[in-house]
């Protein structure tokens, strides 16, 4: 079984200081925060902005600061989203590619996204895709319902993203796919062969999918984007203590930690 990978989901969109008092906002607290998840395990890190008022931002120069200032602390793989706040426009949202990060994520269909809906048309989709080769950005392709793989192959077959392609599958959405255990399994089962695939669950769903994950042979997603508690009704110290967690299950497990250059390798990062 090929090592684990651990993706620290930082910030997010939605996220406030009054839900959750550690939550990184500012570039040099989102560096930090990157930096100590990567000493506790974490490969990469996936970064929402936020502008100097803590609000949601798809800046490019904002991302530029984050991107610069992880970078000096260390070679974890920087991975900008490209979904935004379910109200930046697609143009907005694709700003951070032009900075040609490493990653970037690229979601793959509408859906429900709590009293919102997270708008992805197919026109819309394949302009981040190619956008995304052009300036050879590895897609992470983000899944919150079980058609958005379809609208992966279809992107494959039109030869706008790469194969093997990388998944993210993002389940526990209130409004898209539940993130149960059976779930987890139906998704992974229709994935196309080759890909390699990492859980991110929401809430409650973050530790269970994690373990399965862990065990299924997938990667792993945690951080405040998905869930700030560390357990019912305990607050998570920060970021990187929810990373501790996975990398000692997996040591339990007999699963090994990929290094940021071992999950470049492992996702044919160039």
């Given at each position: 079984?090929e090592?684990?990978?651990?993706?620290?989901?930082?910030?997010?969109?939605?996220?406030?200081?009054?839900?959750?008092?550690?939550?990184?906002?500012?570039?040099?607290?989102i560096?930090?925060?990157?930096?100590?998840?990567?000493?506790?395990?974490?490969?990469?890190?996936?970064?929402?902005?936020?502008?100097?008022?803590?609000?949601?931002?798809?800046?490019?120069?904002?991302?530029?600061?984050i991107?610069?200032?992880?970078?000096?602390?260390?070679?974890?793989?920087?991975?900008?989203?490209?979904?935004g706040?379910v109200?930046?426009?697609?143009?907005?949202?694709?700003?951070?590619?032009?900075?040609?990060?490493?990653?970037?994520?690229?979601?793959?269909?509408?859906?429900?996204?709590?009293?919102?809906?997270?708008?992805?048309?197919?026109?819309?989709?394949?302009?981040?895709?190619i956008?995304?080769?052009?300036?050879g950005?590895?897609?992470?392709?983000?899944?919150?319902?079980?058609?958005?793989?379809?609208?992966?192959?279809?992107?494959?077959?039109?030869?706008?993203?790469?194969?093997?392609?990388?998944?993210?599958?993002?389940l526990?959405?209130?409004?898209?796919?539940?993130?149960?255990?059976?779930?987890?399994?139906?998704?992974?089962?229709?994935?196309?062969?080759?890909?390699?695939?990492?859980?991110?669950?929401?809430?409650?769903?973050?530790?269970?999918?994690?373990?399965?994950?862990?065990?299924?042979?997938?990667?792993?997603?945690?951080?405040?984007?998905?869930?700030?508690?560390?357990?019912?009704?305990?607050?998570?110290?920060?970021?990187?203590?929810?990373?501790?967690?996975?990398?000692?299950?997996?040591?339990?497990?007999?699963?090994?930690?990929?290094?940021?250059?071992?999950?470049?390798?492992?996702?044919?990062?160039?």
């Amino acid at each position: 079984m090929e090592k684990l990978i651990i993706t620290a989901a930082l910030t997010g969109a939605e996220v406030t200081r009054e839900q959750q008092p550690n939550l990184p906002l500012t570039a040099d607290e989102i560096a930090t925060e990157a930096y100590e998840c990567y000493k506790a395990g974490a490969s990469i890190v996936h970064v929402h902005a936020r502008d100097e008022k803590g609000e949601p931002t798809q800046d490019k120069e904002a991302y530029r600061a984050i991107k610069d200032a992880i970078s000096e602390k260390c070679n974890i793989i920087f991975q900008p989203s490209t979904g935004g706040a379910v109200w930046h426009s697609p143009e907005e949202r694709l700003q951070p590619v032009e900075l040609s990060p490493e990653m970037a994520t690229l979601s793959a269909g509408t859906c429900n996204f709590g009293p919102d809906v997270f708008m992805n048309s197919e026109a819309y989709i394949e302009k981040f895709a190619i956008r995304m080769q052009e300036l050879g950005v590895k897609p992470e392709i983000e899944v919150f319902e079980r058609g958005m793989i379809e609208n992966a192959k279809k992107l494959a077959k039109k030869g706008l993203v790469k194969t093997p392609m990388h998944f993210d599958l993002v389940l526990g959405v209130p409004g898209a796919c539940p993130g149960t255990p059976e779930d987890l399994m139906f998704m992974v089962s229709q994935l196309p062969e080759g890909s390699t695939w990492t859980v991110a669950g929401i809430g409650r769903s973050e530790l269970p999918l994690a373990v399965m994950a862990i065990v299924l042979g997938g990667h792993v997603r945690v951080g405040f984007e998905d869930n700030v508690y560390y357990s019912k009704g305990r607050l998570a110290k920060s970021n990187a203590e929810l990373v501790e967690r996975i990398v000692r299950l997996a040591a339990e497990m007999g699963r090994e930690v990929a290094t940021p250059d071992e999950a470049r390798a492992i996702l044919n990062i160039k």
